[in-house]
């Protein structure tokens, strides 16, 4: 028998190839007792591994492949929990005490945490091997001793390979006599880099990948055979033969090493409540914040705050909810505005705690939807977002209060699909830059294991003439990359607070960004009950502070009136770019039918809007019993109540729950076991053996058959499309509210959308498009006037300088410090602007203030020195009258190039007299004049997507932009078949089609042609 105690998982990042259950599945299929895990200094793959060896009755070992001072590999195995603390802590040091993505661990450090590690003398790359290797015997001895001594004479082996390499055999012959001499005892290794020989050449490539060269480039990292692949305990034996005791060893490693587990209740940190019960402080609080947010407290408020405590009581949740409640009360009391977001706002305890703003007692929302007390080993995940510029700052508070030791950020690990397979292994194949380019653009968001498939299946690929032949291998290989982890990144939001230091239950280092993270994703993180608080960047949180704060009038975001008509009116002609949640085209276009009136319209359309309703066929009948054209007729009494909000419609996770609760007695933790039960098992059995536990309960309560079976007919088939209400409350608020904003203070709230870009659906060229429309008038940048961001100016909106490419951070400020600036030559002797940035500065109009002759400018510019810092040589300035400007559509081309955006003129303007003679309308003739027949329009093409669909076949959707405002264009599959390469590879479209009738200026496409 023999057990794999050298073994890299994907997470040893381009370098193994097999995935953590392939690995784990062939120590099942040759009953090995035990495999062992040693990804290149990480642990990324520990949750995985333990968990799919357990699954499989294989005993984990969990250990890694440490790169030490002198850049060689060492491989350690943890014996025991303790062990484990002592690898997470090695690796820490080793990350954070060197530069990042170099981790080296030091003697020093191996020593100091060397208890219950197993130390093997590692690889090819291992400071014994390689002196042997050089016949430098004596050193190897030396070196062969030091390890000894540090790990200890029972937990140190020579490392035995057999690669086949030339040279290797004699070495490790050699090394086995000096370690016999020393009594150092020798195990055989693996060091597994896939499961199957057939796999060497995708392991191969990525290695070019890893280490940035081609197949045809040499690299010592690149492995000379294919012998590193799971070899079974006989192909083991056989290659040891030599030397027995090697193979025999690894059983007694494995042995050794003791099962522990790696999640601990224990992790959970504790609120520091100055000596008083967290239960105590949390009720305390609660009713403070109770008696605040609803002045007087009847008795349902009361039962259902009791109700929710008992729970989060019971489950020992208290200490989670003051964390949170405190860190909500640190935004508040610094200005930052922020809003709870998700299942938390089923939680009346979170509202009173001002940690989420939806009324979840007034809105009926069932509490066991956010915790399920049956399912009480699942933490509670609240998330909220941020003013996106001061995230961060809440994030260090976070790390001060509970210690650097104690606080870090999750990770995430970026996988390969389509795109990013191609574009690195390409690259590795020797592939011409630009051809990788116009690949990789032209890929669909597909999984790297479909490319080949895609060529049939998507019109854009099909007709791209591209030559399959010359990318077969490419894609084969990008198919055995699918899903591969490429390296670890940074979770944007998921902060980490831990009970114990966080460098005892995973390693800890350094992102790009700067923040520390963990070695574990957001699925290990629930494995492993360590508490995670989301603390999100919502740029809109950031806009909505702009506006409230520019506007000349107080404006309070949170009381503004919920029954506005004008707000109403404005979403009702689907005029909403730019409005939270309710400014894509099936949002647009849904609103425009839905023709709302209340906020609980609004709440209902997020909801409505979203893959699982769609798919789920809720929107038409939403819409007809809306309207009044399909009855409103409750099979039960007890029904209008849970669902006259959303006209009968089943659409919210809570309704099922609701349902559940009042009409088949289930307590609220069965009701949500219910749901999740349709959410996730959607096989036939299952839901009859629900269906008829839930009939039986129904007829007991009083329900007929008849009825009973209805009533399950209605939550069956929203089988998992439906949302939670409480996240489309809390979105479809802040939905309603910016569209007061956009009706109310479009200039204010247009301007501050473009100053925090890149957010929401449209471009910020459509935004200015769309203020223009409004009749806004947007005033270009202007060294004189112009600040950072975009500003307000007699109720004009003037583009802001940070808006100019290249222009360098620290120069804004001092721009605006200066002015105001009397002449060019003063402006370039004060501001000290590099030569590019004063050429953008020109081509955008900046210095029209100067001088409105921008080719003069270009010219005058010249003048000064060329180089780094443009500077004023007064002898070579001369008189430059009779130079010519620019054109118009010149101009409008500069500052798009410039500005990304143009405020003067529009591009489609400078051919529609043409496109006038063609019969082209504008998006104003379609909305005003509906034409019945065939009509035909042009615009900037924005953001071409297929949602996925009810029929399963495509529907392209995407929305063209003209001088006068939008136009929704939908392309069924048979149009898209044919214009598929037209559509994902221009820029402007001509489009020719007919009106759709449902809904506002939206076109369906019978043609469509490249506008050049
Ligand atoms: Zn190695
Ligand atoms: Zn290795």
Redesign the pocket.
């Known amino acids: 028998m023999f057990v794999h105690l050298h073994l890299h998982t994907p997470f040893s990042f381009l370098d193994a190839v097999s995935t953590i259950n392939e690995l784990v599945q062939r120590a099942a299929d040759f009953e090995m007792p035990g495999l062992a895990m040693t990804d290149?200094n990480n642990l990324s793959g520990a949750v995985q591994f333990h968990k799919a060896c357990c699954q499989a009755g294989v005993k984990p070992i969990i250990g890694a492949?440490v790169t030490t001072e002198s850049g060689h590999?060492l491989t350690l195995l943890a014996k025991s929990r303790v062990g484990y603390a002592n690898l997470c802590q090695l690796l820490s040091e080793a990350h954070l005490s060197n530069e990042r993505s170099h981790p080296q661990a030091t003697d020093q450090m191996l020593r100091e945490y060397a208890e219950d590690i197993i130390a093997l003398s590692?690889?090819?790359?291992?400071e014994v091997f390689s002196l042997a290797c050089e016949r430098r015997y004596a050193q190897a001895e030396k070196a062969m001793a030091k390890y000894r001594d540090i790990f200890g004479p029972d937990d140190f082996y020579v490392e035995l390979q057999e690669k086949l390499y030339p040279r290797q055999h004699a070495t490790d012959k050699a090394l086995a006599e000096i370690a016999e001499k020393l009594r150092v005892p020798v195990v055989a290794t693996g060091?597994v880099h896939y499961a199957d020989e057939s796999q060497y050449k995708v392991q191969d490539v990525l290695t070019c990948v890893r280490t940035l060269t081609t197949v045809d480039e040499p690299h010592p990292e690149r492995k000379i055979n294919a012998e590193f692949y799971f070899k079974s305990p006989r192909q083991m034996a056989e290659l040891f033969c030599w030397a027995p005791e090697a193979v025999a060893n690894t059983l007694r490693i494995a042995e050794q090493c003791q099962e522990y587990e790696l999640s601990d209740d224990r992790y959970l940190p504790r609120f520091d409540t100055n000596g008083c019960k967290p239960t105590q402080l949390l009720r305390r609080l609660t009713y403070e914040g109770a008696h605040q947010r609803y002045k007087r407290l009847n008795a349902k408020i009361s039962r259902r705050l009791e109700h929710e405590l008992d729970i989060i009581e019971q489950l020992g949740f208290a200490d989670y909810f003051l964390e949170v409640w405190d860190v909500a009360r640190e935004a508040r009391r610094r200005g930052i505005r922020y809003a709870g977001r998700g299942s938390a706002a089923d939680s009346a305890v979170a509202y009173c705690l001002y940690i989420t703003d939806v009324d979840a007692v007034a809105r009926n929302l069932s509490f066991e939807r956010f915790i399920n007390p049956e399912r009480g080993d699942n933490l509670p995940d609240i998330d909220i977002d941020f003013d996106a510029r001061y995230r961060d700052d809440i994030a260090d508070y976070v790390t001060r209060k509970y210690g650097e030791d104690k606080v870090a950020t999750v990770c995430t690990f970026q996988t390969y699909h389509a795109r990013g397979a191609i574009r690195d292994l390409a690259k590795a194949l020797g592939f011409p830059l630009e051809e990788i380019h116009r690949l990789a653009k032209l890929m669909p968001h597909i999984n790297a294991d479909g490319i080949e498939q895609a060529f049939d299946h998507f019109p854009e690929l099909r007709d791209s003439r591209l030559p399959l032949y010359k990318y077969r291998q490419l894609f084969e290989l990008c198919s055995q990359a699918a899903g591969l982890p490429r390296h670890i990144g940074t979770h944007l939001g998921g902060v980490i607070i831990s009970g114990q230091p966080l460098n005892t239950i995973s390693p800890i280092q350094e992102a790009a960004k700067g923040c520390r993270i963990i070695q574990f994703d957001k699925v290990d993180v629930e494995d492993l009950r360590l508490l995670k608080l989301d603390l999100l960047c919502l740029r809109m949180l950031s806009a909505v502070q702009d506006t409230v704060t520019t506007t000349p009038q107080q404006l309070d975001f949170n009381t503004i009136p919920l029954d506005d008509k004008d707000t109403y009116k404005l979403l009702n002609s689907a005029e909403t770019a730019g409005a939270f949640q309710l400014e894509s085209p099936a949002q647009r276009n849904l609103q425009s039918r839905l023709q709302a009136d209340n906020i609980e319209d609004i709440v209902a359309s997020v909801a409505l809007i979203r893959p699982g309703p769609i798919k789920g066929n809720m929107v038409e009948p939403f819409l007809a019993r809306r309207h009044g054209r399909e009855p409103l007729a409750y099979v039960d009494p007890r029904l209008e109540e849970i669902l006259k909000d959303t006209y009968g419609v089943v659409l919210f996770q809570e309704q099922v729950i609701e349902i559940a609760v009042r009409i088949a007695g289930f307590t609220g933790g069965e009701a949500d076991q219910l749901r999740r039960a349709l959410t996730h098992h959607r096989d036939k059995d299952k839901m009859q053996a629900i269906g008829k536990g839930f009939i039986r309960k129904a007829m007991q309560r009083g329900c007929t058959q008849q009825v009973a079976q209805t009533i399950f007919s209605y939550i069956e088939g929203y089988a998992g499309y439906g949302f939670c209400e409480a996240h489309a409350a809390a979105f479809g608020d802040t939905g309603y509210k910016t569209t007061y904003l956009l009706t109310h203070y479009p200039a204010y709230f247009y301007a501050a959308l473009l100053s925090n870009q890149p957010m929401g659906y449209f471009p910020p060229h459509t935004l200015i498009n769309e203020a223009k429309r409004r009749g806004i008038r947007v005033l270009g940048p202007d060294v004189n006037h112009s600040q950072v961001s975009f500003t307000v100016e007699d109720g004009a909106i003037r583009v802001g300088l940070k808006q100019v490419k290249e222009m360098p951070e620290t120069l804004l400020g001092q721009i605006v410090r200066g002015q105001p600036y009397s002449n060019l030559y003063e402006f370039m002797r004060q501001a000290k602007t590099p030569a590019n940035v004063a050429r953008n500065l020109a081509l955008c109009g900046a210095f029209d203030c100067f001088d409105n002759n921008r080719r003069r400018v270009l010219w005058q510019l010249g003048a000064f020195r060329p180089g780094q810092q443009a500077q004023l040589d007064l002898d070579q300035v001369c008189e430059l009258q009779d130079i010519e400007d620019f054109t118009d559509q010149e101009k409008c081309c500069h500052e798009w190039g410039v500005l990304g955006l143009s405020p003067t003129w529009h591009p489609l303007q400078f051919v529609r007299p043409k496109l006038v003679r063609e019969g082209v309308l504008t998006a104003q003739q379609i909305k005003q004049q509906r034409p019945a027949g065939a009509v035909k329009v042009a615009g900037l093409l924005i953001r071409p997507h297929r949602p996925p669909t009810r029929s399963g076949r495509t529907v392209v959707f995407f929305t063209l932009e003209d001088e006068t405002g939008l136009i929704d264009v939908t392309v069924f599959q048979n149009v898209y078949e044919q214009y598929g390469k037209e559509i994902f590879s221009s820029s402007v479209l001509l489009v020719e089609g007919h009106l759709d009738h449902r809904g506002t200026a939206s076109i369906i496409a019978d043609r469509i042609e490249k506008l050049s």
């Not at 590692?122 to 291992?126: D, E, T, V």
Request: proline share 0%; aromatic share 12%; hydrophobic share 10%.
């Open positions: 290149h492949e590999h590692g690889c090819w790359h291992s060091n």
